[in-house]
């Protein structure tokens, strides 16, 4: 049995897409070895951290898998202590000898602003999930840099994920003279949310303003317009990260392994800059 955490609302995971297809994914490698997913929604991180002490002292999993990793990790140093072979699902500088599966999210923004660079977009606004998450500071870092680099302007609104949030965090972007033409999402669920509202209202995407999602998924290709969108096959991470967990089993020396590459799939969301901003 290998255990999965999640600190997150039971519903909001239901719909996010990325962990049902990445527990699959695991579960292909896993199960001919015998092994499935528990996976277990909790409150906060207290809350994840006695589950883990909880799972070491009645031997429930035989290894964890650790995903949304966040600045100054307690949990993989935790799960080193109380013995528990883990994972971690993310890029980790701690001090833990623990295997991860990283994949190359700067590289994949710096993409992404350079296809709206070229489509003439000068000032490039993104919905960010929450700023604790290392995957989002990497994110950010490589957005920023990219835009100094190409004279972008570059604007972030912090959301948590949610439908909701994205909406509120895209209307904050685009209040006011000087809105960005083009704006990133962290996931599918808040791009998809705020197209839909764009759309309701009379905007037009993409002529007056383009979206990309750095999540692709089956929503993104079902949006109308489909969205244009990062594209990791989630189901072959889980598989990597899946293999990852049998050697940490098997006792193999921990090591980085590296997720499948992150690809642009350019749908009906982006196009050329407008020649005049949206207030929204």
């Avoid at 994949?103 to 296809?115: C, E, K």
């Avoid at 685009?174 to 083009?182: E, I, N, Q």
Wanted: net charge negative; aromatic share 4%; with cysteine.
């Amino acid at each position: 049995m290998i255990g999965l955490v999640l600190t997150a609302s039971a519903p909001r995971v239901g719909v996010e897409p990325f962990f049902i297809e990445l527990v699959a994914g695991m579960e292909e490698v896993l199960g001919p070895a015998g092994g499935t997913v528990l996976l277990l929604t909790v409150e906060d991180l207290e809350a994840e951290l006695a589950t883990y002490e909880r799972w070491a002292a009645e031997r429930t999993v035989d290894a964890v898998v650790v995903v949304n990793l966040v600045r100054d990790d307690v949990r993989p140093a935790r799960l080193e202590r109380l013995g528990l072979p883990a994972v971690l699902a993310g890029r980790y500088s701690g001090p833990a000898a623990l295997s991860s599966v990283v994949a190359d999210n700067a590289g994949a923004i710096d993409a992404a602003m350079r296809l709206l660079g070229e489509l003439g977009h000068r000032a490039i606004g993104r919905v960010s999930g929450p700023v604790e998450l290392a995957h989002t500071a990497e994110r950010t870092a490589a957005m920023r840099a990219t835009g100094k680099r190409l004279h972008v302007d570059v604007r972030i609104v912090e959301a948590d994920y949610s439908a909701e949030s994205g909406v509120r965090a895209t209307r904050k972007l685009l209040a006011g003279a000087g809105a960005p033409t083009a704006i990133v999402f962290d996931n599918d669920v808040m791009a998809v949310a705020a197209e839909e509202e764009l759309v309701r209202s009379g905007v037009d995407v993409p002529g007056q303003v383009s979206l990309l999602a750095c999540d692709d998924s089956a929503l993104c290709e079902l949006a109308v317009p489909p969205l244009s969108a990062l594209s990791i096959d989630v189901h072959e991470h889980g598989v990597t990260v899946g293999a990852a967990v049998l050697d940490a089993l098997a006792g193999a020396p921990h090591r980085v392994y590296t997720a499948p590459p992150i690809r642009i799939r350019q749908r009906g969301s982006t196009g050329p800059a407008p020649a005049v901003t949206v207030a929204w």
